[in-house]
């Protein structure tokens, strides 16, 4: 196992961001600055996580939450209000997979980090897309940035709020507005991060989200990248 490098590369996040700038939807300039600028960021949220009762029975019990999210016949076998199935919904209209932000990370180079943190990390990645349906915020420029400031209002990350810092900079009155009002609630809820999907996935979506304090989801315009599939049709 190899010692993770936690010093930052600024003149690495810096140059994706700027690519990031150009072209929103690539994931994997995303990937490119979380890994230039995690530092030690990353090691202390796993030893938090580590230390609850949920990261210890994820860890023994070796669960794997992308193999969840795959097995879509599972998913749309749950209620059709439940949050399983209206991940399911949401992956089925967006065109996405959990797959997908997989290939996305694996264009970075990675380090062998252990067994227990590289499940963690995993675990992070492949939540990403339940926690746009738990929260109510869709994959649009708005809702990412949401999204993303729900994240580092709990858990503090340079390379994310690195790009969150663009957003609300470049996104105009929207953009920082949601911004705003994502920081607030992301302090008012409870951590995305170290909730027990595998439990919540069969409830109701609305239960999901009283469980997770995240309350009623938000009501916007979304803002979509131009050139996206979304953004021809408003056209």
Known sequence: MEKPDTSLHFRTAWRALGRLRIDPDNTDEVFTIIKALSGKSGERHYRKFKKTELGQRVLSEKRDLLETLMNRDYLSSLPEESLGHQYFLFTEREEISAEGLVDASESVERVDVGENRRRFFSRLRDSH??????????????????????????????????????????????????????????????????????????LPLSEARDQLGLGEPPVYVPMWSAGTPAAAAAA
């Open 129 to 202: 897309d339940l926690q746009h349906v738990a929260t109510g915020w869709g994959r649009d420029l708005l809702g990412e940035g949401s999204v993303l400031t729900y994240g580092i209002s709990q858990h503090w990350h340079h390379g994310i709020a690195l790009i969150v810092g663009m957003a609300y900079w470049t996104g105009g009155p929207e953009m920082r507005g949601m911004i705003k009002k994502a920081w607030r609630r992301g302090k008012q809820s409870q951590s995305l991060d170290f909730a027990d999907w595998e439990a919540l996935l069969p």
